[in-house]
């Protein structure tokens, strides 16, 4: 099976590790993973603000990028989601409408692309550890994508899972919502700290890059002890028994 990776912005300039990960992830499973070096942003920073032009010619490359792609994998829910966006954005021009539906199609996040595409569930992962889980907004309102990361974490060997209270809360990033909204997110993002820690969890385990950077972010800064780590990284974990 070929598949592209979608890197997103983050995973290219802040987690590259994530994007090594989800092609060792793949190529484990028997997948041929390229990389179409046109991509760049999927314009969902512009496309919230309200500049929907930028946001658009975001779209047409991204389109263009991964035109000759069967399956299109990214690790990020709400980077993925953008391109449900797109074919809105191209109302008035059919040909790349259609272009954006198709690729739409064939775009998968990660986790659901494992379970839901590969019907993987257990990548032979194994990590000592108490966890708990951050679901993120996008990934599960806009993708409807809610049980395949915890699906995928159930089957690591040594994993204390411990559900997080209020896990359908959001973080407080948000994207340009945390910059503009500094002081609401900052209280959102509190309150999730305190949801983590109740769980004694060592790692907090998530699929969207975004939303981990928040999180790390807040806690490196009121010195909190507990690690966090892109789900992808979790899955290529092979500790010794």
Not at 44 to 49: E, K
Not at 51 to 70: H, Q
Not at 101 to 108: A, G, I, T, V
């Amino acid at each position: 099976m070929n598949v592209s990776l979608f890197v997103t912005c983050l995973g290219d300039i802040f987690y590259p590790n994530v994007g090594k990960s989800v092609v060792e992830v793949l190529e484990s499973l028997g997948c041929e993973v390229d990389f179409p070096f046109s991509q760049t942003c999927c314009g969902q920073p512009a496309f919230n603000s309200g500049y929907r032009e930028e946001a658009k010619e975001a779209a047409r490359n991204m389109i263009r990028a991964f035109e000759n792609s069967s399956y299109v994998v990214g690790p990020s829910g709400s980077c993925v989601a953008m391109f449900s966006e797109y074919e809105e954005l191209f109302h008035n021009e059919p040909e790349m409408q259609h272009k954006a539906r198709s690729l739409k199609e064939r775009s998968y996040e990660f986790t659901q692309f494992l379970v839901d595409v590969l019907g993987v569930n257990n990548v032979g992962a194994s990590l000592n550890a108490t966890a708990t889980y951050h679901k993120s907004c996008h990934m599960t309102r806009l993708l409807g994508v809610k049980d395949a990361p915890e699906a995928l974490l159930s089957e690591v060997e040594g994993l204390n899972y411990r559900k997080l209270p209020n896990c359908e809360n959001c973080c407080g990033f948000g994207g340009t919502f945390s910059v503009k909204m500094v002081a609401i997110s900052k209280e959102m993002v509190d309150e999730k700290i305190k949801d983590i820690e109740s769980t004694d969890a060592d790692i907090l385990i998530g699929a969207d890059s975004g939303c981990l950077m928040n999180i790390s972010g807040r806690m490196n800064r009121l010195q909190k002890p507990v690690k966090v780590m892109h789900i992808a990284e979790v899955l290529t974990q092979r500790e010794e028994k």
